[in-house]
T-cell receptor, first 112, second 114 residues
Framework: EDQVTQSPEALRLQEGESSSLNCSYT??????LFWYRQDPGKGPEFLFT???AGEEKEKERLKATLTKKESFLHITAPKPEDSATYLC?????????????FGQGTTLQVKP | NAGVTQTPKFQVLKTGQSMTLQCAQD?????MSWYRQDPGMGLRLIHY???????DQGEVPNGYNVSRSTTEDFPLRLLSAAPSQTSVYFC?????????????FGEGSWLTVV
């Protein structure tokens, strides 16, 4: 069964304190791994798509990496405005529905 | 630049009532879908459509109907609301359902069934 697990569930950082969020997945053929950011009361906002092991993508203070079993979202020198819930999702090649299988998210709080 | 627009934002229903959540996108996307988000469950796919006139069930379709008469619109109907359908609903769209197509989400519709 395709599955996505994110850890930790919650993370508190001081401004400037770098850290990483983990997304472990089991899927019968990875079509793509997606990272989204979700602010309270809002819909998920697309950040990155990764397709193959070894791939990396960056956007401002965020960097996403991918291995055959997990993905990391590295946050360098975070600011309070980076506080949000970060969602990881995968698309499986066993499904032709375009369905995204989501993890439960990591809620990040960055204190000034 | 509207993207994916959902209405209403908030709704309270009584058990047994029916209603329709509206979703429209202005990006000419072929693929549209509905997810629900529940605490501890993540986002789960309810129904999806790969183009006008074509719909299919996702992971949790029971109690919901959809139709796709135009490329732009993909309404979600609750036939007889139940408390278990209290949730946040997100409509999403992409160019197609295959790999390499980013899925964009609406702002959500908060539904409470009492």
């Amino acid at each position: 069964e395709d599955q996505v697990t994110q850890s930790p569930e919650a993370l508190r950082l001081q401004e400037g304190e770098s850290s990483s969020l983990n997304c472990s997945y089991t899927v019968s053929g990875l079509r793509g791994l997606f990272w989204y950011r979700q602010d309270p009361g809002k819909g998920p906002e697309f950040l990155f798509t990764l397709y193959s092991a070894g791939e990396e993508k960056e956007k401002e203070r965020l960097k996403a990496t991918l291995t055959k079993k997990e993905s990391f979202l590295h946050i360098t020198a975070p600011k309070p405005e980076d506080s949000a819930t970060y969602l990881c999702a995968v698309q499986s090649s066993s499904s032709n529905t375009g369905k995204l299988i989501f993890g439960q998210g990591t809620t990040l709080q960055v204190k000034p | 630049n509207a993207g994916v627009t959902q209405t209403p934002k908030f709704q309270v229903l009584k058990t047994g009532q029916s209603m329709t959540l509206q979703c429209a996108q202005d990006m000419n996307h072929e693929y549209m879908s509905w997810y629900r988000q529940d605490p501890g469950m993540g986002l789960r796919l309810i129904h999806y459509s790969v183009g006008a006139g074509i719909t299919d069930q996702g992971e949790v379709p029971n109690g919901y109907n959809v139709s796709r008469s135009t490329t732009e619109d993909f309404p979600l109907r609750l036939l007889s609301a139940a408390p278990s359908q209290t949730s946040v609903y997100f409509c999403a769209s992409s160019m197609a359902g295959g790999p390499g197509n980013t899925i964009y989400f609406g702002e959500g519709s908060w539904l409470t069934v009492v």
